[in-house]
């Protein structure tokens, strides 16, 4: 189900908005009202984004950057500033992923997920400081299961989600004074998304981690989209610091499920 809440003429920032769950977010925003930029590192999925956004009827704008690049994310924001002005709300949910086990995986590997997900948040989050509404501004960081559960064979992700979560936490104490609020949204298995098709690549694994759901189904983006607008409107204004996961209870019991179909997955993108 949809949420309608109105966010017209607000202006809503989301980095990796240019597909899969990210995309849906800024979708959601745009169907309330919002105005959209968005950012990602290809600039042909950020210009797709672009017009996507526009046919909502509101104004979008989008920018080519790596999370990796300090300056290049600074740049980013500044122009988004210079476009639609404060930010109202910021979704940062650049990410990478991809299974293997630690003996066999690289170091660069293992460093380009802390570089997307853990230094990439730390970039859009102190380079967006200056141009955030004061008060009321609202964060919201994609996370992810890993950040809290261990599993095999995502050793680079649960370091980088770790962290990431605890930034949320720290800067809803550090930013608190400012009338910012920082918060997590957890995506439990998301349907049709490109991390689950890395992840379980086959109908087999699938249906395994479906079963191993609740509230018996895989979510759609349009649960996180939901989830990420409640935090971002006044039924939220009392939210801070808090790690949410929308994954219809999946994390609850644990993943051995999950674990097996990765290392299912791991050994098949091997072989």
Avoid at 162 to 184: F, Y
Avoid at 226 to 244: D, K, Q, R
Wanted: proline share 5%; glycine share 12%.
């Amino acid at each position: 189900m949809d949420v309608k809440l109105d966010f017209s003429g607000q202006t809503v920032v989301v980095i990796g908005g240019t597909s899969g769950i990210n995309l849906g977010i800024a979708e959601a925003f745009a169907a309330n009202g919002a105005n959209l930029a968005v950012a990602s590192r290809s600039q042909d999925k950020v210009d797709a984004a672009t017009e996507t956004l526009k046919g909502y009827g509101i104004q979008a704008i989008g920018f080519s950057a790596d999370v990796r690049d300090a300056d290049a994310v600074k740049a980013a924001i500044q122009g988004m500033h210079e476009a639609f002005g404060d930010i109202d709300v910021l979704v940062s949910g650049a990410a990478g992923n991809f299974p293997a086990p630690v003996l066999g995986m690289s170091a660069n590997g293992f460093r380009s997920v802390i570089d997307i997900d853990l230094r990439g948040t730390f970039h859009v989050l102190q380079s967006a400081h200056p141009y955030l509404c004061k008060p009321g501004a609202s964060i919201i960081n994609i996370s992810a299961p890993q950040a809290f559960v261990p599993m095999q064979l995502q050793a680079h992700v649960c370091a980088a989600k770790a962290g990431v979560d605890m930034i949320t936490r720290v800067l809803a104490m550090e930013w608190g004074a400012d009338g910012i609020r920082v918060n997590s949204v957890v995506p439990g298995p998301i349907a049709g998304t490109e991390g689950m098709q890395r992840l379980a690549p086959t109908p087999g694994i699938q249906k395994a981690i479906t079963d191993s759901v609740p509230l018996g189904r895989m979510g759609t983006p349009s649960d996180i989209a939901n989830t990420v607008m409640f935090l971002s409107s006044p039924l939220a204004e009392y939210v801070t610091g808090a790690v949410i996961p929308v994954d219809g209870g999946w994390s609850l019991a644990g993943v051995s499920v999950a674990g097996a179909g990765l290392a299912k997955a791991a050994g098949k993108q091997a072989s």
